[in-house]
């Protein structure tokens, strides 16, 4: 039995890791900069909104390798956007009408468990709900997906097509149409991140106007 097995089973290990660890982050940062702290504690204006899955390996900061203040950061199971959703709306727009983020990424995960019990049958329970959202990008694409016979395959492309659609749903929002209309420089992106490799994908779907989505969710001006 090694260590990291021990950890596991013991609870009291893990929690303790994760003080002594705190010690050791503070102690690095301010071994690299004795004024990070200090730095950090005046203000925050990050230039980047990620929009991630809640899963433990898709961690933004890690895998953007990027430092505390550089990233502000919302996830959900899956990475779902939903426009009646306040949590995902509130991030939004403090992000992009306060902080004046000029980056906002949707960034899925291959091998997402969220995606995967979208795509089956089977009952989970409450997070059924949320998951819908996911079952009906499924729909969206069904004639697409349905010609996959791989189910790993099948999985993979419906984490890409459920970032695309997040992606979409992020441009049908009032808060970045009314964006666009006052400052070019703001643009939402769609990644996948490869958990098999830690690199990312860009989807090439970034967008930063209204085409593309439709006459009816291209707003007017605002009222
Ligand atoms: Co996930």
């Not at 089956?120 to 349905?146: C, M, P, T």
Request: aromatic letters at 8%; hydrophobic letters at 40%.
């Amino acid at each position: 039995m090694n260590n990291e097995t021990i950890n596991f089973q013991d609870p009291g290990d893990t929690y303790q890791a994760l003080i002594d660890g705190n010690k050791a982050f503070v102690d690095a940062q301010l071994a690299a900069d004795p004024d990070f702290f200090h730095k950090l504690s005046k203000g925050q204006s990050p230039q980047v909104l990620w929009i991630g899955c809640s899963d433990s390996r898709v961690p933004a900061n890690q895998v953007t390798n990027t430092q505390p203040g550089e990233v502000f950061v919302h996830r959900n199971i899956a990475n779902v956007c939903v426009h009646s959703d306040m949590n995902m709306l509130s991030v939004l727009d403090y992000s992009v009408n306060v902080l004046k983020v000029k980056h906002v990424i949707v960034a899925g995960h291959y091998g997402c468990g969220g995606v995967a019990a979208a795509m089956s049958s089977q009952q989970f329970g409450l997070i059924d709900n949320w998951l819908r959202h996911i079952k009906d990008v499924y729909r969206l694409h069904a004639h697409e997906l349905d010609l996959i016979t791989d189910h790993q395959v099948r999985a993979d492309r419906l984490v890409e097509l459920n970032v695309i659609e997040q992606v979409f749903n992020l441009c049908k929002t009032t808060i970045v149409q009314n964006a666009w209309k006052e400052r070019n420089d703001l643009q939402i992106h769609g990644w996948v991140v490869d958990i098999r490799t830690g690199l990312v994908k860009d989807l090439k779907v970034s967008c930063s106007n209204t085409e593309n989505l439709g006459k009816v969710f291209a707003l007017d001006k605002e009222a």
